[in-house]
């Protein structure tokens, strides 16, 4: 079967780094997405990665490898603002998306 | 990016009523566009990928009677809940790709609308 791990909950302190881990299993691969979703909101696209490496973005970066089947996004000078979940999400060989459960993160000052 | 709305943002409606929700691509077209649902604490589920000019193709366990989805234009697709029950109740979300982005950036990036949350009493 597909699937995509993640850790459920993580917590961090204000201006400091974290990263969120995520493994896949999945028939085929046609890219990695990393989303924020705020609580009661959409989720809203941070980061796409297909070919294996970092991709710095701002605060945030995403990392792939691809033969391990593993990616991280990496956040910087944490704000509190930067408190939501972070899904992530595989398009498999059909070009489905297959959802992670999300990652909860708490900023605490 | 692209923009995508959803309305109405939330509805609270009686059992045994239908409610639509209208969900527009407002700067490119979108030959296909998704619907997902969302309960507390969990994350999106697929409902339906609904194409401009045919029928949605539907998830399993997804009652296509009960979701009836209508993509009628390039910017628009429908979503009505029929006969609504208390577990309708959810966040129901729809995304879609810019086939522009897609052909220059061969990104598959999905843009999500703000999402319509159902309260059915």
């Known amino acids: 079967g597909q699937n995509i791990d993640q850790p459920t909950e993580m917590t961090a302190t204000e201006g400091a780094i974290v990263q969120i881990n995520c493994t896949y299993q999945?028939?085929?691969?046609?890219?990695l997405f990393w989303y924020q979703q705020h609580a009661g909101e959409a989720p809203t696209f941070l980061s796409y990665?297909?070919l294996d490496g970092l991709e710095e973005k701002g605060r945030f970066s995403s990392f792939l490898s691809r033969s391990k089947g593993y990616s991280y996004l990496l956040l910087k000078e944490l704000q509190m603002k930067d408190s939501a979940s972070y899904l992530c999400?595989?398009?498999?060989?059909?070009?489905?998306?297959?959802w992670g459960a999300g990652t909860k993160l708490i900023i605490k000052p | 990016g692209a923009v995508v709305s959803q309305h109405p943002s939330w509805v609270i409606c009686k059992s045994g009523t239908s409610v639509k929700i209208e969900c527009r691509s407002l700067?490119?077209?979108?030959?296909?566009m998704f619907w997902y649902r969302q309960f507390p604490k969990q994350s999106l589920m697929l409902m339906a990928t609904?194409?401009?000019?045919?029928?949605?193709?539907?998830e399993q366990g997804v009652e296509k009677d009960k979701f009836l989805i209508n993509h009628a234009s390039l910017t628009l697709s429908t979503l009505t809940v029929t006969s609504a029950h208390p577990e309708d109740s959810s966040f129901y979300i729809c995304?879609?790709?810019?086939?522009?982005?897609?052909?220059?950036?061969?990104?598959?990036?999905?843009?999500f609308g703000p999402g319509t949350r159902l309260l059915v009493l």
């Open positions: 990665n297909v």
């Open positions: 999945t028939s085929g691969f046609n890219g």
């Open positions: 995304s879609a790709r810019d086939p522009v982005l897609r052909r220059q950036a061969q990104q598959e990036t999905q843009y």
């Open positions: 609904s194409n401009e000019g045919s029928k949605a193709t539907y």
């Open positions: 700067d490119f077209q979108a030959t296909t």
């Open positions: 999400a595989v398009m498999d060989s059909n070009y489905q998306l297959i």
